[in-house]
C-alpha cells in the first residue's frame, strides 16, 4: 500500500527558533499534499494544500508567513514553523495523493515548544 | 460549512462486545463519507468509506451505512477484539472541494481481554 513518512516524529525547539517538518511519499508520486494540526481531543484542522511545483493554498486563518510550505517535488514536503512560540505546540499531520487516488497519511510529528 | 460530529470517548468495551460509534454530518450536496482509524503512534489509515445514499462500507468487520435522510454514517462491528483499539475519525468529502476532507473530533475506542 501507499506509504507516506514524516520526520521528525517528535521535536521540542525553543520558543523563537525555526523548526522545519518532512512529508515524503515512498512509493507514489504525490501530486497534493496536505498539512493538518490536530489539538488534543480536536478535529485534524486543515492548514494547507500544496500541489507539487506550486505555491500552497491556506486554509482562512492560518499565517503563511508563519507556516512555509515547500513542495518541490512529487515525493517531500515539508513545512517549516518560524519564529515558533508555546502556542505554535501541536500534533502536525501531512496527508498526500496521486491524482485523484485516496489520500494516504503520514504518522504525525509531536511538536513541542518551550 | 461543512461539518461532522461524532461521539465523545472514550469508549471502553470487553473483548467481543458490539460496537457503535455514532458519527453524524453537515454539508451541501452529496458528501463522500469515511471512517479512519489511528492506531497508537501510527498514521491514519482508511477503514471504509461510501459514496453515496445507502452505501454500505465495510473492511475489517466494521461497517457504516451512508444514510441521507438521517445525516448520518454510524460505525459498527459485531464483536470487538482487543486489537481495534485506537482511535476513530469521521470524515466527508464535500464534492465542491479539492479532495479536502472535514474530520469529527475521533473518538477513542479501548477494549479490555
Known amino acids: 500500500g501507499a506509504v507516506v513518512s514524516q520526520h521528525p516524529s517528535r521535536v521540542i525547539c525553543k520558543s523563537g527558533t525555526s523548526v522545519k517538518i518532512e512529508c515524503r511519499s515512498l512509493d507514489f508520486q504525490a501530486t497534493t499534499m496536505f498539512w493538518y494540526r490536530q489539538f488534543p481531543k480536536q478535529s485534524l484542522m486543515l492548514m494547507a494544500t500544496?500541489?507539487?511545483?506550486?505555491?500552497?493554498?491556506?486554509e482562512q486563518g492560518v499565517e503563511k508567513d508563519k507556516f512555509l510550505i515547500n513542495h518541490a517535488s512529487l515525493t517531500l514536503s515539508t513545512l517549516t514553523v518560524t519564529s515558533a512560540h508555546p502556542e505554535d505546540s501541536s500534533f502536525y499531520i501531512c496527508?498526500?495523493?496521486?491524482?485523484?487516488?485516496?489520500?494516504?497519511f503520514g504518522p504525525g510529528t509531536r511538536l513541542t515548544v518551550t | 460549512g461543512d461539518s461532522v460530529t461524532q461521539m465523545e470517548g472514550p469508549v471502553t468495551l470487553s473483548e467481543e462486545a458490539f460496537l457503535t460509534i455514532n458519527c453524524t454530518y453537515t454539508a451541501t450536496g452529496y458528501p463522500s463519507l469515511f471512517w479512519y482509524v489511528q492506531y497508537p503512534g501510527e498514521g491514519l489509515q482508511l477503514l471504509l468509506k461510501?459514496?453515496?445514499?445507502?452505501d454500505k462500507g465495510s473492511n475489517k468487520g466494521f461497517e457504516a451505512t451512508y444514510r441521507k435522510e438521517t445525516t448520518s454514517f454510524h460505525l459498527e462491528k459485531g464483536s470487538v477484539q482487543v486489537s481495534d483499539s485506537a482511535v476513530y475519525f469521521c470524515?466527508?468529502?464535500?464534492?465542491?472541494?479539492?479532495?479536502?476532507?472535514?474530520f469529527g473530533k475521533g473518538t477513542m475506542l479501548l477494549v479490555s481481554p
Open positions: 496527508s498526500a495523493k496521486e491524482g485523484g487516488r485516496e489520500q494516504y
Open positions: 500544496s500541489n507539487e511545483g506550486s505555491k500552497a493554498t491556506y
Open positions: 470524515a466527508l468529502r464535500d464534492v465542491t472541494g479539492y479532495s479536502t476532507l472535514t
Open positions: 461510501a459514496t453515496k445514499a445507502d
